[in-house]
C-alpha cells in the first residue's frame, strides 16, 4: 500500500484463505448431527468475469481442467451467467470432500494467474429443513456464514441463520461482521 493508497483511504485486499474452504468438510457432520442439514449434491463458485485475452484463456484452461478432474470423480459442471454479469461454475456430486475440491481448484487456479479479486463467493447446498440452507463462502474476507431464502420474493430467515452461526462457529471461520453477510437470492442451483 502506496502513499497514494493512506491518502485517498484506500486499501489492498488481502489474499483469499482459500484453504479455510475445505474446513466445510469436517463441519459436514455438525451440519447433520446438530442441524439437521445434509448436504444437497452441488455447490458453485461465483466470480466477476472479464472480457481481457488472459481472463479468457485462464477461463477456458479452468473448465478444461475442471472436467478432468469432475470426470475422474464421476461430477457433473454446469456454467451460468446471472442477470449481474456474474458466472456460476456449478458442480453437481453427492460427496462434499469432490465438489469443495473442484471449487478449490477452480479458486486456485484464478487466483495463481492474478485474478483473485475476481472471485465472489463459493457456495454450497444443504437441505433438510423447509428451505435450502447455503453455507457462502466471501473469498475477500476468508469466511463463511449462512444463507437461508426463504423462497418469498428476496427475503431470508436471518433467525436460522443466526442459529446456525451459533452452532458452527466453532467449527467454521464464521464472518463476525452480519453486514457482510450477503444473500446469493436466485442461486441457480
Known sequence: MGLRDVLFGRKQLKAPAEERLFALTTAAITLETDAGLKFGGAGAIVYKPLSAGEFTQADADMRELLHAVAKDSGAEIEK??????FEWLI???????DVVTSIHTVGSELQARGFGPQLLAAAFRFDGHEHPVYWIYGY????????????????????QELELKAKLEHELPIEADLSRWLGLFDAPF
Open 80 to 85: 451460468r451467467s446471472d442477470r449481474f454479469g
Open 140 to 159: 475477500k474476507r476468508g469466511a463463511f456464514w449462512p444463507f437461508v431464502p426463504t423462497g418469498e420474493d428476496q427475503e431470508r430467515d436471518n433467525a
Open 91 to 97: 458442480v453437481r456430486d453427492p460427496e462434499l470432500e
